[in-house]
């Protein structure tokens, strides 16, 4: 049964892994592609924050159980300055062709908030399994709405996995049926773009929405790898950007790759975006990463730490790949987490966060919502994860970024300053680190201010590269 289904998983994804790391391996590790998300002070951003929320999946209204006095307690136990907030194609398009202001609404109002403390937001359409609609319960699957949801009557089980319901007939179905694998419904991956034309129509003079991401971990049906993602994938992508660039001309668009492969570190076949906009392209790449032998219970250690970091290593090396291959696009790490009770779990946040820094990766965690993986327990008890999370980080740079090290009271930063970008260099600092004053080598401070946890600094003008260090006086 499920035992065994694990075992084989396990061995698939080790044989995998070792394969990937071992190709990994044979290289060095690759070039960052050094390019950023930017703020409208043309600042590098290094996006740090959370997917709130999964438990957006499933309420009735679409939005998280999330509260603005939650968000406060983020921004002041973390300092994050991100977040990926789930909304859902059931919500935003109800009925075909009919776009629900009162959902956008919400989806503004929560954005608000986020917005008045200084936060970007990405926008996640949302899916897992499809749809809601492919179990009686509407429990199982969320994402699609129902009367976009065609299983033909092709039947679908019950399993213990959720994962298990991907190899259904009827989800495989439904899927196919989207893509238009079946030749059945050209039509549906019309409305998805106009889903999203609706959206970015609203956001698009928001500033604080910084990036739209086109699907959550979709998934081919049986159409699986490079088949599917240089074919119905790129297609649907290309097809959604330019709906989106009919009202929104800025807001950078995210793509993902299948989840099924390189959220275990194998290699993508997403095909280029072209963005229609004037300029230079925004378009962004923003894979997900969960080790298998990870979800399959090991933790970060032994024989299971072995194979998580050739996952590591090799999904690296495959993420840096397609985000070259797609023009050499910055990178969001859209996803990652896990169970913060395994043995050895913080260790793998700290390598996690220390090679998206390499990478110049943003970082949503999966997830905000309270319990084992998330940052609070459900009476909003903190979790061993904030301690980890509230590390020093630069925020946002006025420059390109050419490495940074951070540890809880201490932050190196070397960087390329543009004299075109008059923002100071912003730096969030944890209190556990820098309780009192701060001491800043390579660059002037313009202001510490030891409520919000910001530093901002400046370096006089001048060329070549830049290396500050922040510490603190005792
Ligand atoms: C077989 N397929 C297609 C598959 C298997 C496993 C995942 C998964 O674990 N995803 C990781 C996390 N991402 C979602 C939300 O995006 C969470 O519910 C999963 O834990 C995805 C797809």
């Given at each position: 049964?499920?035992?065994?289904?694990?075992?084989v998983s396990l061995v698939v994804a080790a044989t995998l892994?070792?394969?990937?790391?071992?190709?990994?391996?044979?290289?060095?590790?690759?070039?960052?592609?050094?390019?950023?998300?930017?703020?409208?002070?043309?600042?590098?951003?290094?996006?740090?924050?959370?997917?709130?929320?999964?438990?957006?999946?499933?309420?009735?209204?679409?939005?998280?159980?999330?509260?603005?006095?939650?968000?406060?307690?983020?921004?002041?136990?973390?300092?994050?300055?991100?977040?990926?907030?789930?909304?859902?194609?059931?919500?935003?398009?109800?009925?075909?062709?009919?776009?629900?202001?009162?959902?956008?609404?919400?989806?503004?109002?929560?954005?608000?908030?986020?917005?008045?403390?200084?936060?970007?937001?990405?926008?996640?359409?949302?899916?897992?399994?499809?749809?809601?609609?492919?179990?009686?319960?509407?429990?199982?699957?969320?994402?699609?709405?129902?009367?976009?949801?065609?299983?033909d009557g092709m039947p679908v089980g019950e399993h213990e996995?959720?994962?298990?319901?991907?190899?259904?007939?009827?989800?495989?179905?439904?899927?196919?049926?989207?893509?238009?694998?079946?030749?059945?419904?050209?039509?549906?991956?019309?409305?998805?773009?106009?889903?999203?034309?609706?959206?970015?129509?609203?956001?698009?003079?928001?500033?604080?929405?910084?990036?739209?991401?086109?699907?959550?971990?979709?998934?081919?049906?049986?159409?699986?790898?490079?088949?599917?993602?240089?074919?119905?994938?790129?297609?649907?992508?290309?097809?959604?950007?330019?709906?989106?660039?009919?009202?929104?001309?800025?807001?950078?668009?995210?793509?993902?790759?299948?989840?099924?492969?390189?959220?275990?570190?194998?290699?993508?076949?997403?095909?280029?975006?072209?963005?229609?906009?004037?300029?230079?392209?925004?378009?962004?790449?923003?894979?997900?990463?969960?080790?298998?032998?990870?979800?399959?219970?090991?933790?970060?250690?032994?024989?299971?730490?072995?194979?998580?970091?050739?996952?590591?290593?090799?999904?690296?090396?495959?993420?840096?790949?397609?985000?070259?291959?797609?023009?050499?696009?910055?990178?969001?790490?859209?996803?990652?987490?896990?169970?913060?009770?395994?043995?050895?779990?913080?260790?793998?946040?700290?390598?996690?966060?220390?090679?998206?820094?390499?990478?110049?990766?943003?970082?949503?965690?999966?997830?905000?919502?309270?319990?084992?993986?998330?940052?609070?327990?459900?009476?909003?008890?903190?979790?061993?994860?904030?301690?980890?999370?509230?590390?020093?980080?630069?925020?946002?740079?006025?420059?390109?970024?050419?490495?940074?090290?951070?540890?809880?009271?201490?932050?190196?930063?070397?960087?390329?300053?543009?004299?075109?970008?008059?923002?100071?260099?912003?730096?969030?600092?944890?209190?556990?680190?820098?309780?009192?004053?701060?001491?800043?080598?390579?660059?002037?401070?313009?202001?510490?201010?030891?409520?919000?946890?910001?530093?901002?600094?400046?370096?006089?003008?001048?060329?070549?590269?830049?290396?500050?260090?922040?510490?603190?006086?005792?």
């Amino acid at each position: 049964g499920v035992r065994r289904i694990r075992i084989v998983s396990l061995v698939v994804a080790a044989t995998l892994v070792l394969a990937g790391g071992v190709a990994a391996a044979l290289r060095s590790d690759p070039e960052p592609s050094g390019v950023y998300l930017r703020d409208e002070q043309g600042r590098a951003l290094i996006l740090r924050g959370f997917n709130t929320a999964s438990s957006a999946k499933s309420t009735p209204d679409g939005m998280p159980e999330f509260t603005e006095d939650q968000l406060d307690r983020e921004h002041a136990d973390m300092g994050t300055n991100f977040v990926r907030f789930l909304i859902s194609w059931r919500s935003v398009e109800p009925e075909p062709g009919v776009y629900s202001r009162e959902y956008l609404d919400r989806v503004a109002e929560r954005v608000g908030w986020y917005a008045e403390r200084g936060y970007h937001v990405m926008l996640d359409m949302h899916q897992d399994l499809w749809s809601g609609a492919i179990t009686p319960d509407g429990r199982t699957g969320n994402g699609a709405p129902a009367w976009a949801t065609y299983m033909d009557g092709m039947p679908v089980g019950e399993h213990e996995m959720w994962e298990q319901y991907y190899l259904d007939a009827g989800v495989i179905r439904a899927f196919d049926n989207f893509w238009n694998t079946t030749g059945e419904h050209p039509e549906l991956v019309e409305h998805y773009a106009g889903a999203w034309r609706a959206v970015a129509e609203r956001f698009a003079d928001d500033p604080a929405v910084i990036a739209y991401d086109l699907m959550n971990e979709p998934y081919g049906g049986t159409l699986q790898g490079p088949v599917f993602e240089a074919g119905p994938l790129t297609s649907t992508y290309q097809r959604t950007a330019d709906a989106i660039r009919t009202v929104d001309q800025d807001t950078w668009v995210c793509v993902a790759p299948q989840a099924m492969g390189t959220n275990w570190g194998t290699p993508s076949g997403l095909g280029k975006i072209d963005d229609a906009r004037e300029g230079d392209p925004r378009i962004a790449y923003c894979p997900h990463i969960y080790p298998l032998p990870m979800d399959l219970g090991g933790g970060y250690e032994g024989t299971s730490r072995t194979l998580v970091d050739a996952t590591v290593d090799s999904w690296r090396a495959n993420a840096q790949r397609t985000a070259d291959a797609l023009g050499g696009v910055p990178i969001v790490l859209g996803e990652f987490g896990l169970d913060t009770t395994l043995p050895g779990a913080l260790d793998f946040v700290d390598r996690m966060y220390a090679t998206a820094a390499e990478m110049g990766a943003g970082v949503s965690y999966w997830s905000r919502d309270p319990g084992p993986w998330g940052p609070y327990e459900e009476d909003g008890t903190p979790r061993n994860l904030v301690a980890a999370l509230d590390t020093p980080y630069p925020r946002a740079v006025a420059g390109t970024p050419v490495t940074w090290t951070a540890q809880v009271d201490r932050l190196e930063l070397t960087y390329r300053p543009d004299p075109a970008v008059g923002a100071p260099t912003e730096i969030h600092l944890p209190r556990r680190g820098f309780p009192g004053g701060v001491d800043v080598a390579g660059a002037d401070i313009v202001d510490w201010n030891q409520q919000t946890r910001l530093l901002t600094v400046r370096t006089p003008a001048g060329s070549g590269d830049v290396t500050l260090t922040v510490t603190p006086i005792r």
